[in-house]
């Protein structure tokens, strides 16, 4: 009997101590890019999972897009620092976008509270598309320097970061075209307006049938994309790809910033979460608050490395 109230007890816990990290109000959780991106998309998951666990509350997905994400990042400590407003943060982006000098924020003006997932980068070319695989690909783009055209995220962003990288490891030279965000990458990929994209793993997952993926940053080949080489199998050691989180006001007090990255990390470790994050090619990780500085730190050394090899911020 004495075991059973225990375990009664405990049932009871669970859903209190989760209360405890809910908001009070609703949260506005603002978006640097426009509708239809992955970012969207992690926010629309997480929107959906918070209202099962915080029922007496909304997530109001809010978009203030331009600049590669910089619009709303120069922004972002105007907002109320009252722990209900949230923005979606990006790396490499944050560390880039300073130090091009083309924003009006350094990096060390975002406040990141959790990481929650990242991305791998992948080459896609349209389905109709002539080049069938890498070697097509690189034979194409050698015979004619700089006639292929590939769609991207924002300047200064990760996408544009592995187009460089991969012009640098294959000797070839691509066009990187720019757009606000993945979505408004899509309908131009998809329409073959333009002849591919370095872009990340969800798009070539959620769009299987209308692109064909040609090399992916992974360890090994994504259980979704098993057709896809890797860029280890194809010679260069490339493991990356874009990570997601959420940044707070520097005016949120540090409770605050706290109730908000554990919040995420249950939100992070919900059976349901995890389900989402599989189908869709989004590899989950969980750095929170005690983790962020040692995170960061190393994330603006390897970041910092790899513009100034890349040429980026070079005037």
């Not at 992955?38 to 809010?62: F, G, N, P, W």
């Amino acid at each position: 009997m004495k075991k059973l109230f225990f375990a009664m007890g405990l049932a009871l816990l669970v859903p209190l101590a989760l209360a405890q990290n809910c908001p009070e109000k609703n949260l506005l959780y603002w978006q640097a890019f426009p509708p239809g991106g992955e970012s969207d998309l992690s926010a629309r998951h997480q929107q959906m999972v918070l209202k099962k666990k915080c029922a007496a509350i909304e997530t109001i997905v809010q978009y203030k897009a331009g600049a590669g994400g910089g619009l709303m990042w120069g922004q972002m400590n105007q907002l109320p620092g009252d722990g209900l407003n949230i923005v979606g943060v990006n790396l490499p982006h944050i560390v880039f976008q300073p130090m091009e000098g083309q924003v009006q924020y350094k990096t060390q003006d975002v406040t990141p509270v959790f990481w929650f997932h990242f991305t791998p980068d992948i080459l896609v070319v349209p389905e109709p598309s002539a080049i069938k695989t890498f070697a097509d690909f690189i034979k194409a783009a050698k015979a004619k320097p700089g006639a292929l055209n590939l769609g991207g995220s924002g300047l200064n962003s990760a996408n544009h970061a592995a187009h460089e990288r991969m012009n640098a490891a294959f000797s070839v030279k691509t066009n990187y075209i720019p757009y606000k965000g993945t979505g408004d990458m899509a309908s131009a990929v998809l329409g073959a307006q333009i002849d591919g994209a370095m872009t990340y793993s969800p798009f070539a997952i959620n769009n299987k049938n209308r692109v064909r993926g040609l090399a992916i940053a992974m360890e090994k080949r994504h259980p979704l994309l098993p057709d896809v080489p890797t860029f280890k199998e194809l010679g260069v050691d490339w493991v990356d790809g874009a990570y997601r989180g959420i940044g707070v006001p520097k005016s949120t007090p540090p409770e605050a910033r706290k109730r908000l990255s554990d919040l995420w990390a249950t939100l992070n470790n919900d059976p349901e979460m995890k389900e989402l994050a599989a189908r869709n090619g989004f590899e989950l990780v969980n750095v929170g608050l005690d983790q962020m500085d040692g995170f960061m730190k190393e994330k603006v050394r390897l970041y910092t490395e790899g513009a100034q090899r890349l040429g980026l911020g070079k005037k």
